[in-house]
């Protein structure tokens, strides 16, 4: 079974964003710092995701502050499997567009794919027990 785990955007003003979610009663659920691939991670939501509630991804490249609009800010939805090399299968049986195969993130162990749906949008499929 799949669920809807999170959506990610970049921010110029890490900080600020954490502040403005936590105005709207979510949390800092859990934070990520990666200096090789400088950038931060902050996930907001309003429970523990325990129950399988979505979250929102908080991605700030250290580098690219004054980069970000509207348009290129938004990242991708994420949805979590028992099995991405699986669902990969599936995506690409049906005619899908598979932009990068189930493997291990960069920098990490967790196990992450990439999919396009008919316009465009990317999703990122994330192997359950290992984000």
């Not at 004054?66 to 290129?72: P, T």
């Amino acid at each position: 079974m799949a669920s809807y785990l999170h959506t990610m955007v970049r921010v110029r003003d890490l900080e600020r964003s954490v502040a403005f979610y936590k105005v709207l009663g979510m949390r800092e659920i859990r934070r990520r710092e990666v200096p090789d691939g400088r950038y931060t991670l902050v996930y907001m939501g309003f429970d523990d995701n325990a129950h399988g509630q979505a979250e929102i991804e908080l991605t700030y490249n250290w580098d690219q502050e004054d980069v970000y609009d509207l348009g290129n800010g938004f990242g991708h939805f994420a949805v979590g499997f028992d099995d991405v090399a699986a669902a990969v299968d599936k995506v690409r049986e049906a005619g899908g567009k598979v932009t990068r195969e189930a493997g291990p993130v960069k920098f990490g162990t967790t196990v992450i794919a990439f999919v396009e749906d008919p316009d465009g949008y990317k999703i990122e499929f994330i192997q359950r027990g290992t984000h």
